[in-house]
């Protein structure tokens, strides 16, 4: 269903200084900008004011934001200046995203597909849900059509090789660093 998500309790999902976010995604129509899969994030009209990080999509795929304190918009009105990968309706597609402190790189099915230089530590919103399977962006709910699966948040960047070799595999939930794990 078009409209189904969940709330998760933002609190336990915030690393402060290093970030990767994965998920399996498999959309089943095309999406409108500003739909989404996975939120953290405070997004109101105006880019300059976003906070946290989540999957957006925009434009030609999907676009994963993050706001650090050393964040620059630079005129950017649509978050369309954040790295994107995109994927394809009707079928699975591997997901990540990686934020060491000098730079966001995210990946389709293991390969890097965006980088963007950002620094300084995330900024999150002072109260907000986050969700799997939704975004808000300005006010307006945009809901993910299709299938999520094994959705990840580390509180490290990890490495092409980490993603690469973990992406097929089912994890206990224990894993070092690992701070969100839903299946």
Do not use: C
Request: proline share 3%.
């Amino acid at each position: 269903d078009t409209n189904d998500f969940i709330t998760l309790s933002n609190n336990s999902i915030q690393p402060i200084n290093e970030l990767t976010v994965e998920a399996w995604v498999k959309p089943d129509s095309t999406y409108q900008n500003y739909d989404g899969f996975l939120s953290n994030a405070d997004l109101p009209g105006d880019t300059n004011q976003w906070k946290g990080y989540g999957w957006f999509y925009f434009g030609s795929g999907w676009h994963f934001f993050l706001r650090t304190d050393n964040t620059n918009f630079s005129g950017d009105t649509t978050g369309n200046v954040w790295p994107v990968a995109a994927v394809q309706t009707a079928e699975w597609s591997h997901l990540a995203a990686t934020y060491d402190g000098d730079s966001l790189i995210t990946y389709r099915n293991g390969i890097p597909t965006g980088k963007k230089a950002a620094s300084g530590n995330i900024q999150y919103p002072l109260s907000n849900d986050a969700w799997i399977g939704k975004i808000i962006f300005d006010s307006n709910e945009g809901f993910f059509d299709g299938k999520i699966d094994e959705v990840r948040i580390w509180e490290v960047a990890r490495t092409k090789t980490q993603i690469q070799g973990y992406m097929n595999q089912s994890l206990s939930g224990n894993e070092d660093s690992l701070i969100g794990y839903w299946r």
